[in-house]
């Protein structure tokens, strides 16, 4: 199965808002309700964001939100702050237990 | 507290195999499916295996079927993932990792243990 396409990088300035999509099939990201998305700093361990589409953990700020549309997911990150600067990534389960994952986008934040 | 710990990374030459494992604590690990997902140097995540909370159903990706054995003991909440004929695409840090629920999402991830294939 395919990577999920996003795109390789992003930015925006503090305060601002930026959106991050993610773009499969019917057969993934279309197909399922299973999208998520994940954050990474650094030599870090990434972490869990949004999962179902557009629900978040507890903990997570609620400057972060997702969406779908047809077989397109986004992360907005809304009020950007200098932490939010990291990968991010999302997933999708694309059926018969098999899991795909983008090809990331390193967030700037100028 | 919820904690996944990796260890059995090392480098290695192609061909040869190599075990990893993984300790949880702080959860009902019988309770949930296990995943593992690596990452190369530089590069993007890649979801390698996942096996059922069962421990009897486990699925892989393309790359690794018929070389990755992933396997749990629930009794000892461990993870093991066997890796046998290694090549040299599969350098990685290799995470341990939770799902929130069937096919939902990936919420609690190790720390990761590098895994090195190279003469």
């Known amino acids: 199965q395919s990577a999920l396409t996003q795109p390789p990088s992003a930015s925006g300035s503090p305060g601002r ?24 700093h650094p030599g870090k361990a990434p972490k869990v964001i949004i999962y179902e589409v ?13 969406s779908k549309s047809g077989n397109t997911a986004s992360l907005t990150v809304s009020g950007l702050q200098a932490e939010d600067e990291a990968d991010y990534y999302c997933n999708s389960y694309g059926g018969n237990n098999n899991w795909v994952f983008g090809g990331g986008t390193k967030l700037t934040v100028l | 507290q919820v904690q996944l710990v990796e260890s059995g990374g090392n480098v290695v030459q192609p061909g040869r195999s190599l075990r990893l494992s993984c300790a949880a604590s702080g959860f009902t690990f019988r309770n949930y499916g296990m995943h593992w997902v ?7 995540l890649e979801w390698v295996a996942v096996i059922w909370s069962d421990g009897i159903n486990k699925f892989y990706t393309d790359s690794v079927k018929g070389r990755f ?3 749990r003991d629930n009794s000892k909440n461990t993870l ?3 890796m046998d004929s290694l090549r040299v695409e599969d350098t990685a840090v290799y995470y341990c990792v939770k799902e929130k629920g ?3 999402a990936f919420d609690i991830w190790g720390q990761g243990t590098m895994v090195t294939v190279s003469s």
Do not use: E, H
């Open chain 1, 54 to 66: 557009s629900k978040r953990p507890s903990g997570v700020p609620d400057r972060f939100s997702g």
């Open chain 2, 102 to 104: 069937p096919y939902t």
């Open chain 1, 17 to 40: 808002s930026v959106t991050i999509s993610c773009t499969g099939t019917s057969s993934d990201v279309g197909g399922s309700d299973y999208v998520s998305w994940y954050q990474q």
């Open chain 2, 80 to 82: 093991s993932l066997q």
């Open chain 2, 69 to 71: 054995t992933m396997s």
């Open chain 2, 38 to 44: 690596r990452q190369a140097p530089g590069k993007g």
